[in-house]
């Protein structure tokens, strides 16, 4: 792989979505996918800027403006097979980290991935995507498989590209004025009727932490939807299906930080220590089997 | 002002956008916007449903796609001139609960709205908005006046109209497919390079409560901008605008639950009193003229 300093987060300049380019070499050379191997370019201190559809993977799922893509690692290079777990280091944090930090990937697709959005030949640049969950599965092959979900920026959005944020030391340049900022996406909270039901019964105290935020408007609490909305979970919005969550455990919830365990008390996966009790109301059952979901995603036991 | 029980978030069956109506009266029969005289159409403890722009508030901004509304009461009601404090409460406070669960308001442009917007005669129905920020100000009067950031939501979006959540006891029916499924964006959380390198700094501790979020792919944090960025604020995108923050006190500092005060002092805005200090780090300078212009949003002494 190549080294990828100056890695750009975003569009490269000259090289448009539906950009084809013959081979990965060609494609590498372009800086749109800097790597001519591996299918994630991307520093796990940094985030990932661009990945490769390429067939490699017998789990990826490609929608389209939704695509589950599979992690590095653990597969044989000759058969594309899964023969050990995959682990979120290295290419996989680089995901992961562009999650946290809401950075766009370029998503490359390749004539081999076998899907109905690939190109007949070569490589094609599709635009840019932002990664708006991961987790772990048992892939079909029975070994653990990281997977990222990763969504298209529609292109109304204000997204652009940037360079990667400098080292500690030298601040990057600022944009003063609005017109030339670039920003992108990194976490939308979503609510519904049924959000808001389960957030009075709380009165938005928070499940986790008993915590209640309060503004000058009154409490502020957040739905927690606890087998995820949308493909590829498709968890329904329905009260047994939420939590009432601040903020701060609304994210350790989503990116993995916590989970529930069996007699609902809450676990903490980097410690992988029980760290307090869930509270619960006699008028907003849980679906212990989409408590179940959630965990297999962040502790495969 | 109408009862109005049952209460539509999002389109009104039968009204689209750009949907036309010869007086208020008519307006009000579709339900589009059902009080007769009020500007917000909306309860304190629900949220608000409809506001109409019709040239009342001298204050307001109309830029099309965002709106800086004024919220109601204080004025004269034969000129329209501010002749008193507005506070949040009623249909203010009503439009702030709106910003807080992400409830999508229909915008109705009047004739008599000083504005390049405005249809040229009656009233029209201009889609959906959402409120994505509110504050006070003093306005041309000397009196403050609350304002309320709308900004439309994108026709793309996964926008519909729902119900308003039935009261406690009788849970809304939830939706098992997510094709049926109506979601409303709530909070949005951008980053940027600027952002990332702040986080860094901080090593990703909240500078207000130093929790440091830890999830297995290493720490979370947010960027909040001070002065906030876009209209009408037009706050920079520099490191000396920026705190790093736990989405906690992010939501709290930009609901106005915080505020920064002269000596980096952190202030509870509901409790009035000094609850600690803004962790500051020697390479990460702030201005503070910013943080006087986001104290002033919140706490006008």
Chains 1, 2 share one sequence.
Not at 101 to 115: D, F, T
Not at 279 to 299: C, E, N, Q, V
Request: aromatic share 6%.
């Amino acid at each position: 792989m190549m080294k990828a300093k100056g890695r750009i987060f975003g569009e490269v300049p000259g090289y448009p979505s539906g950009s084809s380019f013959p081979d990965r070499k060609d494609l590498s050379a372009a800086g749109v996918h800097r790597p001519t191997m591996a299918g994630i370019s991307g520093g796990g201190d940094e985030g990932a800027d661009s990945i490769v559809l390429s067939g490699g993977y017998e789990d990826d799922v490609d929608l389209g403006d939704v695509i589950v893509y599979t992690g590095h690692g653990g597969n044989d290079p000759e058969t594309g097979k899964q023969i050990a777990d995959q682990t979120l280091t290295r290419q996989n944090l680089a995901l992961a980290r562009s999650c946290h930090e809401g950075l766009p990937v370029r998503v490359i697709r390749g004539a081999r991935h076998r899907s109905e959005h690939s190109p007949p030949f070569g490589l094609r640049y599709e635009g840019l995507y932002r990664v708006d969950a991961y987790w772990a599965e048992r892939g079909r092959s029975g070994f653990t498989i990281w997977r990222f979900r990763l969504e298209r920026v529609s292109d109304g959005n204000a997204l652009g590209s940037e360079p990667a944020a400098p080292p500690a030391g030298s601040p990057p340049e600022g944009v003063a004025s609005p017109r030339r900022q670039v920003l992108s996406v990194q976490r939308v909270v979503r609510t519904s009727a049924i959000a808001q039901y389960v957030k009075a019964i709380h009165d938005h105290r928070c499940q986790v932490c008993g915590i209640r935020l309060q503004t000058g408007a009154g409490p502020y609490s957040e739905a927690a939807h606890i087998r995820p909305l949308g493909q590829p979970h498709n968890g329904p919005d329905v009260v047994e299906n939420i939590l009432c969550l601040c903020p701060n455990d609304h994210v350790l919830f989503d990116l993995g930080g916590i989970v529930i365990t069996e007699p609902f008390l809450v676990m903490s996966v980097p410690q992988h220590q029980v760290i307090g009790e869930l509270r619960r109301d006699s008028s907003h059952l849980l679906d212990p089997t989409a408590l179940a979901y959630h965990r297999l995603l962040f502790d495969q036991g």
